[in-house]
């Protein structure tokens, strides 16, 4: 059974940066699809960033060239490191896994839902 436990969210001024962590349990981490998504309130869950079981990384415009997907097979341990945050990045973030490549990147495909992180950004 898939078990993620995310950590790392915090309050931030606007340009600051965080690293989020999850770490996983209870599966085959190495052969999982990982992916970060965020929950802002009143707002629908949206995909941040993903890392394929194959080392592909993907990321969602709006935080391109601003977050980094990664992650430590030893520790089976997935990150998000955040960079130059903004207000509307305020949000509960989420780590998920779905078994094999990423394919569709909806939350219902994904499993390990866990408590979350929350980020909040002031301006």
């Known amino acids: 059974q898939v078990q993620l436990m995310e950590s790392g969210g915090g309050s931030v001024q606007a340009g600051g940066s965080l690293r989020l962590s999850c770490v996983a349990s209870?599966?085959?981490?190495?052969?999982?699809?990982m992916a970060w998504f965020r929950q802002a309130p009143g707002k629908e869950r949206e995909r941040v960033a993903t890392l394929s079981n194959n080392g592909r990384t993907s990321s969602e415009d709006s935080v391109k060239g601003r977050f980094t997907i990664s992650e430590d097979n030893a520790k089976n341990t997935l990150y998000l490191e955040m960079n130059s945050l903004k207000p509307e990045d305020t949000a509960t973030y989420y780590c998920?896994?779905?078994?094999?490549?990423?394919?569709?990147?909806?939350?219902?495909?994904?499993?390990?839902w866990g408590q979350g992180t929350l980020v909040t950004v002031s301006a």
């Open positions: 209870g599966y085959r981490y190495s052969r999982y699809c």
């Open positions: 998920a896994a779905r078994p094999g490549p990423c394919g569709s990147l909806l939350p219902r495909y994904f499993a390990g």
